[in-house]
């Protein structure tokens, strides 16, 4: 059974860094997606980030240049570097892979970029 379990949420203050990482138990293979999702009170879930197996990492326009997506080496960890956060990032963050057999999230994981 895969599970997916995000951490290195918390509170931050404006211009603030946080380091989110998302691991992967369980026999997980052939991922070919792998993104990061918020959803902030009141609001739908949004697309963060997004990096492909072998490909470019894309973003959302809110994060572009303040945002990096990485992969750890193997196909079970998935990164994400905030920085210059806002208080318009304050959201649960959710991992999500793509494989072959199915997609998967995370339980999820709470930023708050308040003062």
């Known amino acids: 059974q895969v599970q997916l379990v995000e951490s290195g949420g918390g509170l931050v203050q404006p211009g603030g860094s946080l380091r989110l990482s998302c691991a992967a138990s369980?026999?997980?293979?052939?991922?070919?997606?792998m993104r990061w999702y918020r959803q902030a009170p009141g609001k739908q879930r949004e697309l963060v980030a997004a990096?492909?197996?072998?490909?470019?990492?894309n973003y959302a326009d809110s994060v572009q240049g303040r945002f990096a997506i990485s992969r750890g080496n193997g196909e079970n960890t998935l990164y994400l570097q905030m920085n210059s956060l806002k208080p318009e990032d304050t959201a649960v963050y959710y991992c999500?892979?793509?494989?072959?057999?199915?997609?998967?999230w995370g339980q999820g994981t709470q930023v708050t970029v308040s003062s």
């Open positions: 369980g026999s997980i293979f052939s991922v070919y997606a």
């Open positions: 990096i492909t197996k072998g490909g470019s990492p």
């Open positions: 999500n892979f793509l494989t072959v057999g199915g997609g998967y």
